[in-house]
């Protein structure tokens, strides 16, 4: 019943020689803004609502390799679910420290919702490496499906900001509960 799509994460290039801005393929290409990957002024955020269990060993390994994560489209009762927010390119302070807050929303198909925090802490801190790389933000929610909950479109929301930059991404994506 889970439709999953393998995802490759894309890099967050300030600058090319043509002077375009935003996420990038492994071949450079420049990609176009979507609900759920987003560049607005340099600053780059990307929401993955993923089935994988093991989100985190994949995450956890050597910059070279690239993780590959399947997103879901469909989620059967009881199977576990994972919100991954990624960011790259924030605004670094004179000590190379950032500062990434969020707001998550996951909205039942009523459109009430189910999960809500403001304000929260997505990264604060030094970053040790190039800030265009992509980083995984603090927060990873682990979501399932109840027998109680509404079957239909669940909705996840997630505004993310760079204080620093003073740049708010919106960024959406949703799942079917079967």
Do not use: Y
């Not at 800030?131 to 079957?151: E, K, M, N, Q, R």
């Not at 994506?173 to 079967?178: A, G």
């Amino acid at each position: 019943m889970k439709k999953a799509l393998s995802v490759l994460l894309f890099l967050l290039l300030s600058a090319s020689a043509s002077g375009q801005q935003g996420w990038r393929d492994q071949h450079g290409q420049v990609s176009t803004n979507t609900d759920a990957r987003k560049s607005i002024d340099g600053f780059g955020g990307w929401l993955v609502v993923t089935p994988d269990a093991d989100w985190k060993a994949k995450w956890e390994t050597s910059a070279d390799t690239v993780p590959r994560f399947a997103v879901a489209n469909t989620v059967a009762r009881g199977k576990q679910l994972f919100v991954l927010i990624f960011f790259a390119n924030p605004k670094l302070d004179g000590s190379n420290a950032a500062d990434i807050s969020c707001d998550i929303d996951i909205l039942k198909p009523d459109g009430e919702p189910s999960f809500h925090q403001t304000g929260m802490t997505c990264f604060k801190g030094a970053i040790h490496e190039p800030a265009t790389h992509t980083f995984l933000s603090a927060p990873v929610i682990g979501w399932t499906g109840d027998a109680t909950d509404h079957s239909g479109s669940w909705v996840v929301q997630v505004t993310l900001k760079d204080t620093l930059r003073q740049v708010t991404i919106p960024l959406q994506t949703s799942f079917e509960l079967k």
